[in-house]
């Protein structure tokens, strides 16, 4: 049979579950941190003008529009500097072939970004959890050496918890380490500070990003990886020769070149984050102030998962979170101004 | 230095190397077989209107519409017999990643597709070659077991030499391994059979396929596996949540609804091919009678790097292989009859 044929790893691992998928129609869709604005008028004309270009031929596999126009806006030296991939996801995977061997550990806070956990089962390799300490902060044993210790993952703004660890915390956590730490900043277009300086400065800082979130691309799987070049050449290696479609370079360029729009953006996301956190507080919640498009939010009372399934009853689609050993809550995307309206006053019928 | 805490399977390994990039312009590309022809039309108009799709949402992360489709244009008993891919390189490396771990062995024929050589250095794991006996014959020590044999790889039809190893050859083969048989059949639909049937008979049996040949598609990125569901639901784990897009979804179910397109440009590119393999032969060429949308031709004066420079000279690209302890020739993709009749041309001209 073979059953007995596939790797050990792969077996004895659970598949990893991403969130709910709505149903089509009009379920207002709280629970996987997209954006609820379509993306920049000029990446739909981007991917409509690549759609007449020459599709029958393989992509640039260096995606070199899109790392020049990121260099750029970024403030990075140069396209070098970059490694475009097929979601983050793709990035990640990367950087987990790229540092563990199979039995070797990688390490992330918790609670926090849980594909991590499935990267290194996949891999044949082990995980470590270092819990948050109280207000999300990180504890010095997250920054400590050990034999096996091959990569360190910290998702800066965090999830579910949306918290920021600050850069020069960040920074101490770099130099006291010995491998390299991956800076996931899937979110942090919506916080007031960055970790892209810290690249430079030490070549065992990598920074992800996703175009998923806060340029409204999560349908066109993009990311990319900041890093010194002689990492991003090492890395390059790992990838599909052509990782990244023609569309898709087409689309990100467009992108990555629309900073005007992005600021906008995030600007009215925020605006509406602040809301959600001000009457969410007011209704009796616990709010972790967020650095990210979503809210964690826990309530005195406990029922945050009859929270989650009255809300979906009314078509209303949050994320309830449960961690074991720690606790759970109710992480709610930040929507449209009229969404989260319909979410707060479902929330306040609740009883 | 960040050179040490690299897997060291991955700092001795050299990178893939795709085939040659054409300056843009006036350059006759037919160096990586892919397709001389745009797309059916219905690709693109799918695009243009995924385009004004919600791009802002994550996409099917099992590529439902694309699957149903595939499996209605291939008579498959239902779409949990596929899995999609962003390429069949992704679906390549998802295989290897499933059956093979550091250490471990993979078989390959050869001369053939040397990308599996790069996803087994990737993985930490052997690879090991059995030579083509002649006129690309399978030797019976490409269906031997060994213990640390965990996977073997047919591209059938073969590149470089186009050759086609009959289906019931294929078939005796994967019942005397223990292990699984990937038929990699990227240019199949150029040739008169295909192993589809086997996977339904063996579960050790998986076909991969791509829309980047004989679609038209190569700028997207999208390839299948078709195995037994069972199989289909193990190797899923590995893939990204997310690995294809919204927009290449919406392409690809497009492409493979478009049998009759399909059909069309397939009799196309077979009749050039016919032309090219008289033509060469007539030349003084050997010419490997072709089963792709690629012509493999040796000389009996050996200069074929010689050619593959004069060709390169006078913009129109081919490829020229060469391969250790074996020999070179020229691998031409089939172009449009202009194109290919410009390189013909140039062969003749060249002393």
Redo the contacts between chains.
Sequence with gaps: ???S???????R?Q??A??E?AAPGKTI?LN?N??????APE??KA??EA???????????VATSFRRAAADALGLPGPEWILAG??S??IL?ILV??????GQHLRLPYPSYI?YRTLAD?Q?AAWQQTPFENDWKLPAAFGENEDDL?LVLLPNPNSPSGTLVPKNEVASIADSL???LIVDEAYVDFANENCLDLVQEN??VLVTRTL?KSY??????FGFLVA?P??VA?L???K?????????IA?ATAAVSSQDWLSDIVAKLNATRGRMETRLTEMGFAVTPSHANFVWCQHPDGNHQSRYEYLKKNQILVRYMSFPDWGDGLRISVGTDDQIDACLMMLERFS
Excluded: W
């Design positions: 049979m073979i059953e044929l596939f790797r050990p790893a792969l077996s691992m598949p990893y991403p969130g998928q869709k996987t997209e954006n609820p604005y379509p993306p990446v739909v991917i409509q759609a007449s270009g020459p599709l029958n031929r393989y992509p640039d596999p097929n979601g996801d793709e995977t072939r790229g540092f563990v061997g199979e594909l996949i044949g091959r010995d491998c390299p070549e065992r998923s409204g691309l999560a349908g066109m799987r010194q002689h990492v090492e390059s290696k790992i599909d020769s052509y990782n990244c479609d023609a569309i898709s689309a």
